[in-house]
């Protein structure tokens, strides 16, 4: 009986290891990629999941975006709209952003980047960081598009081309 309920722990055991595995859908990366992939890739959002006393007062990458890791799927309005933008996902240590990274998987995204080890890591390398509130920016490719479409509807609706509210 005992050896059976231990096989049977053991089987479950690798088969949860093994679904959370195949499940995951972002990969790790090092500072050092992290770093390679900023420098070369304008369109990458930088995702920084810490407290706003961490984002202040410890530094952060400059760049990054400050959504908590509790708040990310509370927040996705704040998010890329195309969900296959790079996104790199960091935290102090690498494991916050590991929940957020699979929260951003959970809600579409495609090319999703959990640095290891964090701010820590990053800052430890020597790459730039900065401190204070200042809020990080992230491009969107769609906007141009947005707004030329939200003209033509204001210029319709203002020539009498289109009646708000009527379908």
């Not at 093994?18 to 930088?46: C, K």
């Not at 996705?76 to 996104?87: A, C, H, Q, Y």
Request: aromatic share 8%; proline share 7%; charged share 20%.
């Amino acid at each position: 009986m005992g050896r059976t309920l231990v096989l049977f722990l053991l089987s479950l055991t690798l088969l949860l290891c093994a679904e959370q595995v195949a499940g995951e859908g972002y990969r790790d990366i090092t500072a050092e990629e992290a770093h390679e992939m900023l420098a070369g890739n304008p369109s990458v959002f930088l995702l920084d999941v810490r407290m706003t006393g961490e984002y202040e007062v410890d530094g952060h990458i400059p760049g990054a975006y400050l959504i908590p890791h509790t708040e990310v799927k509370s927040r996705s309005g704040e998010l890329p709209v195309d969900r296959d933008v790079p996104v790199i996902v960091y935290c102090k240590s690498g494991y916050r952003s590991v929940l957020a990274s699979q929260d951003l998987v959970d809600l579409g995204y495609t090319d999703v980047r959990n640095m290891v080890g964090g701010f820590s890591s990053w800052a430890g390398m020597g790459y730039p960081t900065l401190y204070g509130p200042e809020p990080g920016t992230f491009p969107i490719p769609e906007l141009p598009m947005m707004l030329g479409a939200i003209s033509l509807l204001i210029r319709a609706i203002l020539h009498g081309r289109l009646q708000p509210g009527v379908a």
